[in-house]
């Protein structure tokens, strides 16, 4: 499992304060946690009775690959719901409000400082009654009694629909990157895209399906496009706004190859941020999985922030690269000649969807540029 795609925190230790503090639990039932990231610790937890949640692959396969039951989505009926806060406001308002339709027993919030704890504390001291915060490792824990789906259903996320500059509509969610518009950098590298690519196709971090659909229509000559993204959310709005037969779509990690797949292009906006951090690592190993995915005459189209260094990566895993295009803030790379440097790796429990068809692969959540 990838590392880059997770930003640990002390939940371990915070859960373990809160117990000792006066949290209990009811003595059996499902206890659903939300959204942990993969290198978190729920040891406090009784393993047998959790159920993670998250519609993040990387944390799914990591929760899994450690015998936790896991899902991408939530049902009713839980005795206790644990919430780990994003760092997206509005996304962390949504979980909450998720938690109280789930449970009629305690729900716990716990969050870094850096994700806006003290804002969600401070939202929901005039609306429930709280336990006191227990602070510790920069972020806070605390816990209430559920009030009912009725009492925070004013904090669920309203669907979010997107124009682009030709006046098509992309449907979005919150908690997504670039929820709330077309991202410049993904908007540049469409633009760039020449007419006659043609062949197999992948967008690796596809994202709600912008660059996938401006691909399917600016090349007609496309054959087929395989949509790879980790988050499911994501994955459901592309699956909303890609509605070309072309197009496949997959739920996976993006850094780790699609086994038996050999394409002849590859289109990406990579992430460079977990959580609050900036990590050019990982968009690098965007670069390295577009490599090992690409046939010898495959190409690479790619757009960074100006800032990242991914010029070395790209001579590392391409013969010829250079800059197509670009702006102050956004440069467009293509590389050609993919050079195998390593095995690929591959990863179970491949599921796709195409056409309709049950399916799945991709990438990591957390973004830097991409849409």
Known sequence: MNTLHTDPAPRALRLELAFEGGLTLPKAGTIVVLHPRATESLAPLPPERVKVVTPHFPDHAAFSARGYNCARSAEPGATAVLVCLPRARAEGLDLIAEACALTDGPIIIDGQKTDGVD?????????????EPISKGHGKIFWF???????LA??????????????????????????????????????SLPEG????????????????????????KIKVLHLVEADARA?????????DPRAVFHW???????PGLQ?????????????????????????????????PSGQLWLVANRHLPYEAAMAASFRRHEEVAGTPAFKVLKGEGPVRAAAARSIPGRERRSTGQAGSHSTSNPRGPRG
């Open 119 to 131: 804002t969600i504390l401070k939202a929901l001291r005039p609306r429930v009654a709280l336990s």
């Open 145 to 151: 009694r559920s009030p009912g789906a009725a009492a």
């Open 154 to 191: 004013d904090w669920r996320a309203a669907p979010i629909a997107v124009t682009d500059d030709a006046g098509q509509i992309f449907h979005t969610s919150a908690g997504l990157f670039s929820a709330a518009g077309v991202d410049p950098g993904s908007a540049l590298l469409a633009a």
């Open 197 to 220: 690519l043609a062949g197999e196709a992948v967008d690796l971090g596809a994202g709600w399906g912008y660059l996938s659909a401006a691909l399917l229509t600016r090349a007609p």
């Open 235 to 243: 994955l459901d709005c592309a699956r909303r706004n890609v509605t």
């Open 252 to 258: 996976a990690d993006a850094t780790l190859p699609l």
């Open 263 to 295: 394409t002849d292009l590859v289109i990406m906006n990579p992430p460079f941020h977990t959580g609050r951090k900036g990590q050019p690592g990982l968009g690098i190993a965007f670069i390295r999985a577009a490599a090992a995915l690409l046939r």
